[in-house]
């Protein structure tokens, strides 16, 4: 069965990075683009982009450009995306989907705060 | 960015019973390729969204036909019909014929 398992809850500091990943099984990883996105409280669902997993090309929605970035792993299925210059804005459950969004990961928790 | 925008809020039924939930565009969801992109989604407390609808009235897998969707254009309906205990959590719509992908703001459905 499809299943998108991401990685686990993270806490940042202001300014810092952080990279979480989504590791496909299931399905044929290369047949289905990866897309990202953000839950907030306050925003509701918000998307941030996908990857091209077999050619590795980026669409990103133009909010989170320079805020994400999205790569890819082919060999162990398993699609990262980076969040830079963390704010307490960022602070959200963000999930990874399979490209139409018919199957989600479990989301990851990112805490940013000092 | 194209605007999706559900009514109600939220919404408390009994068991058993049958409820709508409206979602609008702001824009036609129409494409070029003549397809409507449209989806609904369930969150249930605790988890991830889970695809129940798409394309305005086509059943994921394995999603129970209490559950229809219709509608075209900017007009779209998610009816939910002998509700159980299992369909409690937010709806969400989303539209997919534009990028980026939106989302509206969730119905939340209660027991009564």
């Known amino acids: 069965q499809v299943q998108l398992q991401q990685s686990g809850a993270e806490l940042a500091k202001p300014g810092s990075s952080v990279k979480i990943s989504c590791k496909a099984s299931?399905?044929?990883?290369?047949?289905?683009?990866i897309s990202w996105i953000k839950q907030t409280t306050g925003q509701g669902l918000e998307y941030i982009g996908y990857i091209n997993t077999g050619s590795g090309g980026t669409n990103y929605n133009e909010k989170f450009k320079g805020k994400a970035t999205l790569t890819v792993d082919k060999s162990s299925s398993t699609a990262f995306m980076q969040l830079s210059s963390l704010t307490p804005d960022d602070s959200a459950v963000y999930y990874c989907?399979?490209?139409?969004?018919?199957?989600w990961g479990q989301g990851v928790m990112v805490t940013v705060s000092s | 960015d194209v605007v999706m925008t559900q009514t109600p809020v939220s919404l408390s039924v009994s068991l058993g019973g049958q409820v709508s939930i409206s979602c609008r565009s702001s824009?036609?969801?129409?494409?070029?390729?003549?397809?409507?992109?449209l989806s609904w989604y369930l969150q249930k407390p605790g988890q991830s969204p889970q695809l129940l609808i798409y394309?305005?009235?086509n059943r994921f897998s394995g999603i129970s036909d209490r559950f229809s969707g219709s509608g075209s254009g900017t007009d779209f309906t998610l009816k939910i019909s002998r509700v159980e205990p299992d369909d409690l959590g937010v709806y969400y719509c989303?539209?997919?014929?534009?990028?980026?992908?939106?989302f509206g703001a969730g119905t939340k459905l209660e027991l009564k």
């Open positions: 394309k305005v009235s």
């Open positions: 824009q036609s969801l129409v494409h070029n390729n003549g397809n409507t992109y």
């Open positions: 299931g399905y044929t990883f290369t047949s289905y683009y």
């Open positions: 989907a399979r490209s139409t969004l018919d199957y």
């Open positions: 989303g539209q997919g014929t534009q990028y980026p992908y939106t």
